[in-house]
């Protein structure tokens, strides 16, 4: 079955310690976003990247990194600049032109701090 | 620039009564729009899309929207709730500005009552 996978289901780090996150998509997407989620605050766009080695900077992209080394994977790493790290993460993709940007979505990684 | 406003939100209803949620939008080109579920603790799943064509779409469990330009609305109804529609939605707005972007509404928690 065709889909979007994120791992883990939950990560807990420790203060200063950069996690990544992994989000892995088989739908043959070119376009993959990154949201994080906090309650009663909707959706908020940290990265995108539309092609393979390519990513731009979404709303929240500070003490955030992405990569986009191949076109079925876009990892997140949470760095320790990121102060309010913990929330709930998700990682879409689509195929902007065909699906008007209709977006699929992985089931999310809850991160906490300790 | 696109926009979407949300209005309410939670929204509560008892078990079988009538479900509206409200969704207004901002575009300066004509838009494609996206009503999204969330249950707890998972990503998010497409009910129904609006891109072109006949303005009252249908979705998945039973419920619709009608795209009204007039308004600048896409309200998301269901003639009869059920318990299981305990959820978030999101409504969100994509347009073609030389690059599809999206943006999501901040969200509206259903509560349905016994």
């Known amino acids: 079955d065709g889909g979007i996978t994120q791992s883990p289901k939950y990560l807990f780090r420790k203060e200063g310690q950069n996690v990544t996150l992994s989000c892995e998509q088989n739908?043959?997407?070119?376009?993959m976003y990154w949201y994080r989620q906090d309650p009663g605050q909707g959706l908020r766009l940290i990265y995108y990247?539309?092609?393979?080695?390519?990513?731009q900077k979404g709303d929240i992209a500070e003490g955030y990194s992405v990569s986009r080394e191949k076109k079925e994977s876009f990892p997140l790493t949470v760095t320790s600049a990121q102060k309010n790290p913990t929330a709930f993460y998700l990682c879409?993709?689509?195929?902007?032109?065909?699906?008007?940007?209709?977006?699929?979505f992985g089931p999310g990684t809850r991160l906490t701090v300790l | 620039a696109q926009s979407v406003t949300q209005l309410g939100s939670h929204v509560s209803v008892s078990e079988g009564a009538l479900v509206l949620l409200r969704c207004n939008y901002s575009?300066?080109?004509?838009?494609?729009l996206f009503w999204y579920v969330q249950y707890p603790n998972q990503g998010l799943q497409l009910l129904l899309k609006?891109?072109?064509?006949?303005?009252l779409v249908k979705g998945i469990n039973g419920f619709e929207a009608e795209f009204k330009k007039s308004e600048t609305s896409f309200h998301l109804t269901k003639p009869s709730a059920h318990m299981s529609d305990a959820a978030e939605y999101f409504c969100?707005?994509?347009?073609?500005?030389?690059?599809?972007?999206?943006?999501f509404g901040a969200g509206t928690r259903l509560f349905v009552k016994a």
């Open positions: 879409a993709s689509s195929t902007p032109g065909t699906s008007r940007n209709e977006q699929f």
């Open positions: 739908l043959n997407h070119d376009a």
């Open positions: 990247s539309q092609i393979v080695n390519d990513f």
């Open positions: 575009s300066s080109v004509p838009p494609y």
């Open positions: 609006y891109t072109t064509g006949a303005t």
């Open positions: 969100a707005v994509s347009a073609n500005t030389g690059g599809f972007k999206t943006i």
